[in-house]
RNA sequence: GGGCGAGUGGUGGAACUGGUAUACACGGGGGACUUAAAAUCCCCUGCCCGCAAGGGCAUGUCGGUUCGAUUCCGACCUCGCCCACCA
């Protein structure tokens, strides 16, 4: 007897099957099988589901049971990134408390995501938030701090001067702070940095030899930014002191063109620190200075160049040349050495600066072969140096290498290569995040908390608002500030900055190997045996940050002999982004939110799944066709009857054609599920299923076939018609994938499109074997052919077997 | 300004390594079933000419290489994403 699909009462009930059956449960080591993890992203607890984490976990779940099908041992791991800024603010605007509230949060979006039918190892699940989890990010930054890669510098931050907080980046919107509206400033202080840049050159060398899109290592390597030159020593002469008894580093990509130097631009950062050190600067630099400092960066950027004379002399090394010193905004502080060599003749911003203060351009450099010069006045490539002294002549590129050595010989300069990759600033004036282990003593400076006492948790507190003088909300738990130094046991206080949560997220994967762990971070053998993670997907938002701080924490693992990879990630796969059926990013206020749990209710989540992965190539992502999503449903709903149908009435035997479509959508959906290649897949599945409705004899063996090649899609209708409709005891699940049998999708004869002078004219029927003469003489037999050839004979034949024959002849007229 | 990528029917898209362009699906048209609707099923559906057979045109534009180009090369146009006063 036929029963309709249903899918919401057998998707709940295979679920709760899999569930109790440990269906999913991944052991460290398998007998004959490889281990894979499968990693993906994992999700924010923001309270709801949508349908963004269904792109991002329900697709590769499809990847994660095919591999499982065809004979790995797949981990497929879940997990929260559970600190961070969305939990302070509703437990400052509604009364919770951020734990609570994220604890909640995990509990909901943790049903929501079963229901999803995702092969998860529930057991492994790791939350960032867990103090058994914290401990070891903990445990890691000591480790970086003795060693030397966590170091306290001075920084700025944005800082809400009616509020009296500091405010993350998220939280200025327009340079206002989001909560008040009062312009923000900034401020410095001391915070605590990692220094990413100790491995920059590492991490835009490796990536090489990773499997990562194009686009992904452009991205990498675009925001580490090597950037090759030289690093020039300019002697000082600074009023009321000796001349030449200060000098100031800059640097340059282009030495070529020191020479054409007619100014020195120094960063107002810069310009701060020598009056910190005894500068008598002008009081029009002290305003200057204080007024470019109070601004934003971006607002530094977008307004028109300015700047101010120091009094400053400069002595350019080359040629003993006096040249002006000025403090610019348009330097920034934070790349190279917070100051340049300006050459307005060659260099677009200098240029600009020059016309405005009236400072001199000298050309140095003439373009190759004189042809060029179009445009402005300023010429920024390569060429030939002229008023260069002794240099005059060469190409810009041996003048390069001639200048920079001569500089080096004399100390004056070095080459050098500048990153733009900065220093990771780790500490966040916040509550909800990892606690820094540290405790500052008045004696003995910042001390390590003893590895025993870690975790440092995170003390109760009532009021989640930074403190006033924009210390962390921690600073208010008074008690826990107190502690005695662990070195000399005097009157101390706890470090009350709290970590950036990208920390949490820099290793969780190294975590999932073993995650119950209680005297390492993993253990080595679990390490050795899931890792380096063979495939990532995820969001191509990830793509920068959160890829290269992990790539750094691991590599600074590494470094200290604590993991035995210096890469976390072999492969990276990126998945696009669902837009709302207007083709606009989903948004409350845009009305446009298609609500996945809705859509589960309506179609079941196999229908949901296969519609994702059918929409569109999964890189890619696009808009939801609320209307499309009814294809994939009439499919399963198909594909139901059609099992059910054909399971009682079926006997021994198929047809070649039934076996030929069955087969091939075998091959062709395990080709397509292997490289990411959903869209197709199930495309491959559609015409299977219309291929075989209109076939008479459909076998058993092809229908098992059919539902397992199924399983990896539509897990919970494969199960159903598995061990229900098909009698079958164990899960589909755990079934090998089937081979497709090529004696089966051989054809011994094919059709072979015929083109004369390279126009598609007709079709033989050709036999596998046929070669090239024996399809001619099959083709000059053909009427269609004959058609347009006439009496002619063939000036040249191409034949490709298996794809076509193209007959040259003279054009008739 | 720099980097990466994309332009194929009314729509989402397919096409292996240069070899039958438009698979699969949506939408549209026609029909069956039904009192009706939903659901389901069948047929048609790139454009132009033609009753038909058939022919011509078409993968952003213009060129090139080739027996053959959506695919490779060059120039241009348009769009998207990321980065950006990085010296």
């Given at each position: 007897m036929e029963r309709s699909y249903d899918p919401s009462s057998l998707e709940k009930k295979w679920h709760e099957q899999w569930q109790d059956a440990g269906l999913?449960?991944?052991?460290?080591s398998e007998k004959e099988r490889e281990n894979f993890m499968l990693l993906t992203e994992f999700p924010y607890p923001s309270g709801n589901l949508h349908i963004g984490h269904w792109y991002a976990f329900a697709l590769p779940d499809m990847l994660a049971r095919y591999l499982r099908m065809t004979g790995r041992n797949v981990l497929y791991p879940i997990g929260f990134d559970a600190f961070g800024l969305p939990a302070e603010n509703a437990a400052i605007q509604r009364g919770v408390h951020p734990e609570a509230w994220t604890r909640e949060n995990i509990a909901t979006m943790t049903e929501q995501l079963r229901s999803m039918g995702?092969?998860?190892?529930?057991?492994?699940a790791v939350s960032t938030i867990d103090p058994a989890y914290y401990r070891w990010t903990q445990w890691m930054f000591l480790r970086f701090f003795e060693k030397g890669l966590a170091y306290r510098a001075r920084t700025t931050v944005n800082w809400c001067p009616k509020d009296k907080t500091v405010l993350a980046n998220e939280q200025v919107v327009d340079g206002a702070?989001?909560?008040?509206?009062t312009a923000v400033q900034q401020q410095e202080r001391e915070q605590w940095m990692l220094k990413t840049t100790a491995y920059a050159a590492e991490l835009a060398s490796d990536l090489q030899g990773l499997d990562y899109p194009e686009s992904t290592k452009a991205a990498q390597r675009n925001w580490i930014g090597p950037s090759e030159g030289a690093e020039i020593i300019f002697r000082l002469n600074v009023p009321?002191?000796?001349?030449?008894k200060h000098s100031v580093a800059v640097f340059t990509t282009?030495?070529?063109?020191?020479?054409?130097?007619?100014y020195l631009a120094v960063s107002p950062e810069l310009a701060k620190k020598w009056m910190d050190v005894g500068w008598e600067a002008p009081d029009a630099v002290r305003a200057y200075v204080d007024d470019a400092l109070s601004r934003r960066e971006l607002e530094r950027l977008e307004r028109e160049k300015t700047g101010v004379d120091s009094g400053v002399a400069a002595i350019n090394?080359?040629?003993?040349g006096k040249v002006p010193v000025w403090v610019a905004d348009?330097?920034?502080?934070?790349?190279?050495?917070?100051?340049i060599m300006a050459v307005p003749a060659h260099d677009e911003r200098d240029f600009e600066f020059a016309e405005k203060f009236g400072l001199p351009v000298r050309q140095v450099i003439e373009p190759a072969g004189g042809d060029d010069s179009s445009?402005?006045?300023?010429?920024a490539g390569e060429g030939v140096l002229t008023n260069?002294?002794?240099?005059?002549?060469?190409?810009s590129a041996q003048a390069r290498t001639k200048i920079t050595a001569e500089l080096a010989s004399k100390g004056h300069g070095s080459a050098r290569t500048t990153y733009r990759l900065r220093d990771?600033?780790?500490?966040?004036?916040?509550?909800w995040g990892c606690p820094i282990p540290l405790i500052s003593c008045k004696e003995c400076g910042f001390v390590p908390v003893p590895d025993e006492q870690l975790p440092v948790e995170l003390p109760p507190l009532?009021?989640?608002?930074?403190?006033?003088?924009?210390?962390?909300?921690?600073?208010?738990?008074a008690g826990w500030v107190?502690?005695?130094?662990?070195?000399?046991?005097?009157d101390a206080e706890r470090e009350t900055d709290t970590m950036d949560t990208f920390v949490d997220s820099s290793w969780y994967f190294l975590r999932?190997?073993?995650?119950?762990?209680?005297?390492?971070?993993?253990?080595e053998d679990k390490i050795g045996a899931w890792?380096?993670?063979?495939m990532y997907v995820g969001g191509?938002?990830?793509?920068?940050m959160h890829l290269l701080y992990s790539r750094f924490w691991t590599r600074a693992l590494n470094g200290l002999g604590?993991?035995?990879?210096?890469?976390?990630?072999l492969a990276r796969r990126n998945h696009g982004v669902i837009l709302g059926p207007d083709g606009q990013k989903m948004s409350k206020s845009r009305g446009n939110v298609i609500d996945p749990d809705e859509q589960v209710a309506k179609y079941g989540a196999d229908t949901v799944r296969m519609y994702l992965a059918f929409m569109a190539p999964y890189e890619q992502g696009g808009p939801w066709d609320p209307k499309g999503i009814t294809g994939v449903h009439r499919f399963l709903k198909r594909f139901w009857a059609f099992v059910h149908d054909r399971w009682e009435s079926a006997d021994g035997a198929d047809s070649e054609d039934a076996a030929k479509a069955v087969h091939r959508a075998n091959r062709d959906i395990g080709d397509d599920l292997a490289n990411l290649r959903f869209n197709t897949a199930v495309s491959s599945a559609m015409i299977m299923l219309n291929a075989l409705e209109t076939e008479t004899k459909v076998s058993r063996d092809l229908l098992r076939r059919m539902v397992r090649i199924l399983a990896p899609m539509a897990p919970h209708m494969a199960e159903e018609l598995w061990r229900?409709?098909?009698?079958?005891?164990?899960?589909?699940?755990?079934q090998k994938w089937p081979e497709p049998e090529e004696d089966i999708l051989r054809e011994d004869e094919y059709e072979l499109p015929v083109q004369v002078n390279g126009k598609l004219r007709g079709r033989i029927v050709v036999g596998r074997t046929d070669d090239e003469r024996t399809a001619v003489a099959k083709a000059l037999q053909s009427p269609d052919i004959l058609r347009i050839i006439g009496e002619q004979s063939p000036k040249k034949t191409v034949f490709v077997a298996g794809r076509m024959l193209n007959i040259l002849v003279d054009e008739s007229h």
């Open positions: 999913y449960r991944t052991p460290d995702a092969s998860f190892d529930w057991s492994r702070c989001d909560r008040c509206g009321g002191q000796d001349d030449g282009r030495p070529d063109t020191l020479f054409g130097c007619t090394p080359v040629n003993g348009y330097v920034l502080g934070s790349y190279g050495t917070g100051a445009g402005g006045s300023v010429y260069s002294g002794p240099y005059d002549g060469l190409d990771w600033i780790l500490s966040r004036q916040r509550y009532d009021d989640f608002r930074p403190a006033d003088d924009g210390r962390s909300p921690l600073a208010k738990a107190k502690a005695a130094c662990p070195k000399c046991g005097g999932y190997a073993d995650p119950d762990n209680g005297g390492r971070f993993a253990g890792l380096p993670v063979p191509a938002e990830h793509n920068t604590l993991v035995p990879f210096a890469e976390p990630y229900g409709t098909l009698g079958e005891h164990e899960s589909v699940h755990v």
